[in-house]
C-alpha cells in the first residue's frame, strides 16, 4: 500500500491454535442464544449501556473509513408511540396482502402480524439511518461508499455488544420506512435502515420454535 500517517497495527494477544478455537467457540456460543424478542418488561436500561453499544458499532469497518451511519435513539413515551402507529399503520397493510402470499407464507411460522406494542414497552428504540453522504468531518458532504454494507456491518457489532450486555433485541423493518426519517428530524440524504428495540425480556417472553433453527456450517460455506 502507499505510505500515508500510520501507527502500529493493534497488538493481539498472542495465542496457541487450542487458545484461538476456544475463543471462537465461546463467542460462537454465546451468539447462539440470542433470540429476536417481542415481548419486553419496561424495566429500565441505563443509557451508558447504549452509549457504549453504540460507540462499539461506531468501531466497525467502513467505505473509505467514512463511517455512514447515525443511530437516532428514541426513549420518550410520545416518541415511542408515534413510532408504534406509524409502523401499526404500515404493517396492516404488509399483512392485508400487499406483502404477497408467498412472502406471508415464509413469516407464518415466526408468527407476526400488526401488532407493534412492544414499541410502547421497550425502553430504547435505536432507529438506523445510512448516509448517502458525509465523511468523517463535522459538515462534510462528500459521497459515502458501500453505505448498506457499511452499516450492515456495524448492526451486527451493534447486536453483538447489546447481547453482551444480556439484552434482549428485535431487528424491526417496517415497510416503507420513510416515517422513521420525519419522526427522527433527520435529513433526505439519510435512507432508514431499520428500527433495534431493545430493553429486558418479559418475565413470560417466548421465540418461536421456527427461529431457532440455523443452516449447519457445510450449508452456510464452501471451502476452495
Request: with cysteine.
Given at each position: 500500500?502507499?505510505?500515508?500517517?500510520?501507527?502500529?497495527?493493534?497488538?493481539?494477544p498472542?495465542?496457541?491454535?487450542?487458545e484461538?478455537?476456544?475463543?471462537?467457540?465461546a463467542?460462537?456460543?454465546e451468539?447462539?442464544?440470542?433470540?429476536?424478542?417481542r415481548?419486553?418488561?419496561?424495566?429500565?436500561?441505563?443509557?451508558?449501556?447504549?452509549?457504549?453499544?453504540?460507540?462499539?458499532?461506531?468501531?466497525a469497518p467502513s467505505?473509505?473509513?467514512h463511517?455512514?451511519?447515525?443511530?437516532?435513539?428514541?426513549?420518550?413515551?410520545?416518541?415511542?408511540h408515534?413510532?408504534?402507529?406509524?409502523?401499526?399503520?404500515?404493517?396492516?397493510?404488509f399483512?392485508?396482502?400487499?406483502?404477497?402470499?408467498?412472502?406471508?407464507?415464509a413469516?407464518a411460522?415466526l408468527?407476526?402480524?400488526?401488532?407493534?406494542s412492544?414499541?410502547?414497552?421497550?425502553p430504547?428504540?435505536?432507529?438506523?439511518?445510512?448516509?448517502?453522504?458525509?465523511?468523517?468531518?463535522?459538515?462534510?458532504?462528500?459521497t459515502?461508499?458501500y453505505v448498506?454494507?457499511?452499516?450492515?456491518?456495524?448492526?451486527?457489532?451493534?447486536l453483538?455488544a447489546?447481547?453482551?450486555?444480556?439484552l434482549?433485541?428485535?431487528t424491526?423493518?417496517p415497510?416503507?420506512?420513510?416515517?422513521?426519517?420525519?419522526?427522527?428530524?433527520?435529513?433526505?440524504?439519510?435512507?432508514?435502515?431499520?428500527?433495534?428495540v431493545v430493553?429486558?425480556?418479559?418475565a413470560?417472553?417466548?421465540?418461536?420454535?421456527?427461529a431457532?433453527?440455523?443452516?449447519?456450517?457445510?450449508?452456510?460455506?464452501?471451502w476452495?
Open positions: 500500500m502507499k505510505p500515508v500517517p500510520s501507527l502500529p497495527y493493534t497488538q493481539l498472542d495465542l496457541t491454535d487450542a484461538r478455537i476456544a475463543r471462537a467457540r463467542f460462537r456460543e451468539m447462539a442464544t440470542r433470540r429476536s424478542c415481548m419486553f418488561s419496561d424495566e429500565p436500561v441505563p443509557r451508558e449501556v447504549i452509549e457504549e453499544a453504540i460507540l462499539a458499532a461506531g468501531t467505505g473509505a473509513n463511517q455512514p451511519w447515525h443511530f437516532a435513539v428514541v426513549s420518550t413515551p410520545e416518541f415511542k408515534r413510532i408504534r402507529l406509524a409502523a401499526e399503520n404500515e404493517e396492516r397493510t399483512y392485508a396482502g400487499k406483502a404477497g402470499q408467498e412472502w406471508l407464507d413469516l411460522p408468527g407476526t402480524d400488526e401488532d407493534k412492544y414499541l410502547d414497552t421497550a430504547w428504540h435505536i432507529v438506523v439511518f445510512g448516509q448517502r453522504r458525509g465523511g468523517i468531518e463535522p459538515g462534510d458532504d462528500k459515502n461508499y448498506t454494507e457499511s452499516v450492515g456491518i456495524a448492526c451486527g457489532f451493534l453483538a447489546l447481547h453482551g450486555a444480556s434482549a433485541t428485535l424491526h423493518t415497510s416503507p420506512m420513510g416515517f422513521l426519517r420525519d419522526i427522527c428530524g433527520r435529513p433526505k440524504t439519510e435512507k432508514p435502515l431499520m428500527v433495534i430493553g429486558v425480556p418479559a413470560d417472553a417466548v421465540a418461536p420454535l421456527h431457532l433453527r440455523k443452516k449447519p456450517l457445510e450449508q452456510i460455506s464452501s476452495h
